[in-house]
């Protein structure tokens, strides 16, 4: 394709950048020079480049994740037990192998191309297509939401105002070229705020630049939800409520409908991941990934399954569509076709994605949380009613807040099983969760982990290759695995 003659020199220049260094000359490279090119430079370089199992230890760590022993082929499970069992160092392997979470230094360096793609379009002058500004708007809504990554990976999470103002964040680059220089932790309260700026600026280029209407490219819709977020995270639930609305009230999406969803009950006829371009509710998706290693392998290994507790949730009501197979999962659990893995059909789409759905829910949690119960209710049921078949109006309904409350929190586990949510909620909510690590040797014998509320094993620990290229980065304290 046309935009890799831009990723190769860019990552090649990389390696010997300085502040200018878009400048540099080579006979067989092309140096962005156009809007159009650097429109190119963003999409190869931003959305469409992959990590590999960047972020795979959310998953791991939360409680959508079962383990099981089924044979003696192998165990699949050991290079990530220690993700899974919430190991004071999760980067080493039980026999000490090295994994080194990538994610840290994927987020920056999409950072750090924000930062450059910004400076050097902003010496553009003005466009009559509105070009210049949609990428501007694109380049701030990605630096904002790797940020928004890293923070709720790497740092505490938001409690209050005042918590906030000392917490340890991450650190913050503003640089436009490499520099030979260490970083500190900036503030929680300081991340946060830098976030709100280019998400708001995100949105002012955005709405004056050209539109692109398509859910391949950074725009209003995904600047909106990750506004919801992280005034969810502050508590400022006024402003959820307000930014939700402009969504809802703007947005061409819609909630995936039970016609799509139902198509999937039978493993011969489905035909439609959930997770997919073609579904409807999809507002943006960027930056493949390996979503989900050691639910592919075969019978007889040791391996990670759907956790029983939350297949036994989606089951509760047998008309809901979520627990029907090859939804969300076949009919075991060992396999997950959500995003159709191995299934029957093609979402179309990259492993990093962001619904329409979700909105509903952050409203709803702002409503609740605002003592408006009834608004909650009927927001959840706008999602719920497409899920459940065979009933002529499903709806949701509570007969007090503690009601409400664990209704709402069950539907968005339901809902968002393995698109990551999971994880940062539980963590945002302080709760906690067990895992069972069966013995490979031995299947009748367990072992049973905790994650204690508010652990301060939810912040994860830097990855060791940072550690070693920077000794005075301050990093979190860390607790060995508590057993039950």
Not at 154 to 181: C, F, H, L
Not at 291 to 300: E, I, K, R
Request: with cysteine; charged share 30%.
């Amino acid at each position: 394709m046309k935009m890799n003659k831009y990723i190769l020199p860019l990552l090649t220049t990389l390696l010997v950048a300085c502040d200018d260094f878009l400048d540099y000359k080579d006979k067989d490279k092309v140096i962005p020079s156009k809007l159009d090119e650097y429109s190119e430079l963003i999409y190869g370089e931003l959305i469409h480049a992959s990590a590999g199992s960047s972020c795979y230890n959310i998953l791991w760590m939360s409680d959508d994740i079962g383990s099981l022993v089924e044979g003696e082929k192998g165990d699949y499970r050991w290079e990530y037990s220690n993700w899974f069992t919430w190991a004071k160092e999760p980067q080493y392997t039980p026999d000490g192998a090295e994994k080194i979470d990538p994610a840290w230094e994927f987020l920056y360096h999409k950072i750090l191309m924000c930062n450059v793609i910004e400076h050097d379009v902003m010496a553009f002058e003005d466009d009559r297509e509105g070009v210049k500004y949609r990428i501007l708007g694109e380049v701030q809504a990605i630096r904002a939401m790797s940020y928004w990554y890293l923070v709720n990976m790497y740092g505490e999470p938001w409690r209050s105002e005042e918590q906030a103002a000392t917490a340890m964040g991450v650190p913050v680059n503003m640089e436009t070229g490499i520099k030979d220089k260490t970083y500190a932790r900036e503030t929680l309260a300081r991340n946060y705020e830098l976030m709100e700026i280019d998400l708001k600026s995100a949105l002012e280029n955005l709405g004056k630049g050209e539109r692109k209407n398509t859910a391949f490219r950074p725009n209003l819709d995904v600047v909106r939800l990750f506004l919801s977020r992280i005034y969810l995270e502050q508590r400022r639930y006024n402003d959820v409520i307000t930014v939700c609305g402009d969504l809802l009230r703007e947005t061409q999406s819609i909630v995936v409908p039970l016609t799509w969803m139902s198509m999937n009950q039978d493993s011969w006829t489905g035909e439609h991941p959930m997770v997919a371009r073609d579904a409807g509710s999809l507002l943006f998706t960027w930056w493949n990934r390996d979503v989900l290693p050691t639910f592919s392998v075969d019978w007889g290994y040791g391996r990670y399954t759907v956790s029983q507790e939350l297949m036994a949730l989606v089951k509760e009501n047998s008309n809901d569509v979520r627990g029907k197979s090859y939804t969300c999962w076949n009919y075991d659990g060992k396999k997950i076709y959500k995003y159709d893995f191995e299934g029957f059909g093609y979402s179309k789409c990259y492993g990093m994605n962001y619904r329409l759905e979700e909105v509903y829910f952050n409203r709803a949690e702002a409503y609740l949380s605002t003592g408006k119960r009834d608004l909650a209710m009927a927001d959840l049921s706008k999602v719920y009613r497409e899920r459940i078949m065979y009933e002529e109006d499903p709806k949701l309904t509570a007969n007090n807040d503690d009601e409400a409350w664990e209704i709402f929190r069950n539907e968005k586990r339901k809902e968002f099983c393995f698109e990551d949510i999971r994880w940062f909620d539980i963590r945002r909510w302080g709760l906690s969760i067990e895992h069972v690590y069966q013995d490979y040797n031995d299947r009748n014998s367990s072992v049973t982990y905790v994650l204690e509320a508010e652990s301060p094993n939810y912040v994860l620990p830097l990855p060791l290759d940072v550690v070693r290229q920077n000794a005075t980065i301050e990093r979190n304290e860390r607790v060995e695995s508590i057993v039950k």
